[in-house]
T-cell receptor, first 108, second 117 residues
Framework: SYVLTQPPSVSVAPGQTARITCGGN??????VHWYQQKPGQAPVLVVY???DRPSGIPERFSGSNSGNTATLTISRVEAGDEADYYC???????????FGGGTKLTVL | EVQLVESGGGLVQPGGSLRLSCAAS????????MHWVRQATGKGLEWVSA?????????PGSVKGRFTISRENAKNSLYLQMNSLRAGDTAVYYC???FGSGSYLNWGQGTLVTVSS
């Protein structure tokens, strides 16, 4: 089955840029979606189809996808961005929906 | 406003059954694929099942043969029948509305299922 690999944790100072990676075999051929989840809350979609943002999501959140790595980039990080972030794809070859293991973003 | 409200969670013994429900509002329910996603305490998100607008269903190997997803469009409702439950099925279960190429734009608040003797 298709596997997505994320780093367990990423730390960044306020105002800096955070980059969270999601690795998968030829992930560049798939549409990657990213979710933010804060403690005790349901996930929130922050980027879909590699780089699109749902209404209401700040422009500070952006995404890219190429080769074997997709990346969520959070610019000008704020304390409120501290959360778990998950990447997700639909594997069309097996009709399975797959999540990465999640990355805890810590704002120093 | 889109709303998804899960119910039916609770404590069940290993080997037991439980039926989760998800009441949808604020959108044309019959026009969207719907999914269940779960999360064990302190763990990541795990996709559990999906149902298309035509009633086609999909499951990962971990629940195939034990869980059944269904929908009742007339009642704007999604269901998950869970049989032969195991301790490893203990989690918060979310229903989610699928969007575009398989993303989840809307999520419910989740319902907790605990499998324990």
């Amino acid at each position: 089955s298709y596997v997505l690999t994320q780093p367990p944790s990423v730390s960044v100072a306020p105002g800096q840029t955070a980059r969270i990676t999601c690795g998968g075999n030829n992930i560049g051929s798939k549409s990657v979606h990213w979710y933010q989840q804060k403690p005790g809350q349901a996930p929130v979609l922050v980027v879909y189809d590699d780089s699109d943002r749902p209404s209401g999501i700040p422009e500070r959140f952006s995404g890219s996808n190429s080769g074997n790595t997709a990346t969520l980039t959070i610019s000008r990080v704020e304390a409120g961005d501290e959360a778990d972030y998950y990447c997700q794809v639909w594997d069309s070859s097996s009709d399975l929906w797959v999540f990465g293991g999640g990355t805890k973003l810590t704002v120093l | 406003e889109v709303q998804l409200v899960e119910s039916g969670g609770g404590l069940v013994q290993p080997g037991g059954s439980l039926r989760l429900s998800c009441a949808a509002s604020g959108f044309t329910f019959s026009s969207y694929d719907m999914h269940w996603v779960r999360q064990a305490t302190g763990k990541g998100l795990e996709w559990v099942s999906a149902i298309g607008t035509a009633g086609d269903t999909y499951y990962p190997g971990s629940v195939k043969g034990r869980f059944t997803i269904s929908r009742e469009n007339a009642k704007n409702s999604l269901y998950l029948q869970m049989n032969s439950l195991r301790a490893g099925d203990t989690a918060v279960y979310y229903c989610a509305r699928a969007f575009g190429s398989g993303s989840y734009l809307n999520w419910g608040q989740g319902t907790l299922v605990t499998v324990s003797s």
